[in-house]
């Protein structure tokens, strides 16, 4: 199934990567001006996106790929910072549910806001080298 790469092959691998690196660099800026760590964005998003009883200290660490005590001092940062409430989970008294604050669902629909515009613009572009890809 593996064939020889060519020059070309090369080439849009490495614009391919340059262009996601471009990306992560705008997700970052974009983060510090709202005053956030890209982790710290990463891990708000997560808690948002999960379904109600899956927003777990244990649910950021994978979707983080972070080891459990790393994501636990993360989600304390968050909490210290206003943006995370933990609440025992109904089911569970020894699990706690994480959920965001007011303040923290407005800076994420800022950020996700303008995430998006920037995928749209970048669309066109990352769907042209995904084909030069020929994956």
């Known amino acids: ?13 490495a ?22 760590t890209p982790q710290q964005h990463q891990a708000l998003l997560v ?13 950021v660490a994978e979707r983080l790929i972070l080891k459990p005590h790393s994501a636990t001092g993360l989600v304390d940062r968050l909490v210290s910072l206003g943006l995370v409430q933990r609440a025992p989970s109904p089911d569970d008294k020894r699990r706690a549910l994480l959920a965001l604050t007011e303040q923290a669902h407005r800076t994420l629909e800022t ?7 920037e995928i749209g613009r ?13 994956v």
């Open 1 to 13: 199934m593996s064939h020889e790469l060519t020059d070309a092959d090369y080439a849009a691998l």
């Open 47 to 59: 808690i948002r996106a999960a379904p109600a009883e899956a927003a777990t200290v244990g649910h």
């Open 122 to 134: 970048l669309k066109p572009m990352l769907i042209a080298l995904l084909d030069k890809l020929q």
């Open 15 to 36: 614009d391919f990567r340059f262009s996601l690196r471009q990306f992560q660099a705008f997700s970052e800026a974009k983060a510090a001006e709202c005053g956030l």
């Open 111 to 117: 950020l996700s806001a303008t995430h998006r515009e």
